[in-house]
């Protein structure tokens, strides 16, 4: 195996741009595909070679790969399995054929099978957070404000109940206030989850986003970031509580400099 080579399976978001930076200081030559048609084109900086492959296109992943003789890849940033019903891709024959074997369309259902249908061809696939395991926050608040004690009750709250709705593999984030459940995620994902959660509290929200029990990091591992902080704002949320060591912090200075001008904690728990 040429361990020097690294492709990036790139979804959306900053985090396949952080993971192509700290490949390429590691000393890997990397090989981006952005997956999607709103995946971050500036990873291709860090790239010996960038290509826009649709998520749906199976052949032309693996096909990409084998040619430059890539032999183990992570797979990082937002891909939402909206995409399988809302018709926004249209799978080739392989994925198709895969898609439909599948027992059910969970998350790591579909996951593991193109984790599986990789190996089949001699490409394994790479812990997500291996490269970049400093963006993981240590336990403690992170920003200037601390929360209230109804907010880290509702902390603890929504963490439990989000470590049961990961168990399920069903997702990853809750929206909760006094001890209610205001929202949880499906496949709609955080951002409309928060954004959902968020109105029907009207304000005063807490959003709790964690690991799930059974976490494979070669795929899903949590990630905030700018956005997260961003929407909470527009909906009035005011704490976020996060996995220490287990969720992923992107773009951390903006997010923090976000949350604190407005108001907004943030925990490591």
């Known amino acids: 195996m040429n361990n020097n080579k690294l492709g990036i399976l790139a979804g959306t978001g900053k ?14 030559e990397v090989y981006g595909v952005g997956l999607l048609a709103d995946s971050d084109p500036s990873i291709a900086q860090f790239c010996s070679d960038y290509q ?26 937002k891909v939402t399995k909206e995409l399988l019903f809302n018709g926004a891709v249209q799978p080739d024959a392989h994925m198709l054929q895969l898609i439909m074997s599948l027992p059910d369309r969970r998350d790591d259902t579909i996951m593991m099978a193109f984790v599986r249908e ?16 400093k963006l ?25 109940i989000a470590k049961e709705l990961g168990r399920m593999d069903i997702g990853q984030t809750v929206v909760v206030k006094n001890r209610a459940v205001m929202a949880l995620e499906a496949i709609e994902g955080t951002d409309a989850c928060i954004e959902r959660g968020g109105k029907l509290a009207c304000g005063g929200a807490v ?25 909470m704002a527009k909906v009035g949320a005011t ?25 907004i904690a943030i925990v490591a728990m």
Not at 16 to 26: F, G, L, N, S, T
Not at 118 to 133: S, V
Not at 255 to 260: S, T, V
């Open 15 to 28: 985090l396949p741009v952080e993971c192509a930076r700290a490949a390429k200081q590691a000393g890997y």
């Open 52 to 77: 826009f492959i649709s998520v749906a296109q199976l052949d032309a992943i693996l096909n990409y790969l084998k040619t430059n003789q890539v032999q183990q890849v992570t797979m990082i940033g």
């Open 118 to 133: 990789l190996a089949r061809t001699g490409i394994q696939t790479f812990d997500q957070t291996k490269l970049i395991r």
């Open 136 to 160: 993981m926050p240590h336990r403690g608040t992170i920003t200037k404000r601390e929360p209230t004690e109804i907010e880290r009750q509702d902390m603890e709250f929504g963490f439990r």
């Open 207 to 231: 959003v709790a986003k964690v690991s799930k029990p059974q976490q494979d990091n070669r795929f899903d591992v949590p990630t905030v970031g700018y956005r997260t902080i961003d929407n």
């Open 239 to 263: 704490a976020l509580a996060i996995e220490a060591g287990k969720t992923l912090l992107v773009e951390r200075e903006q997010m923090i400099a976000l949350a604190d001008a407005k108001g």
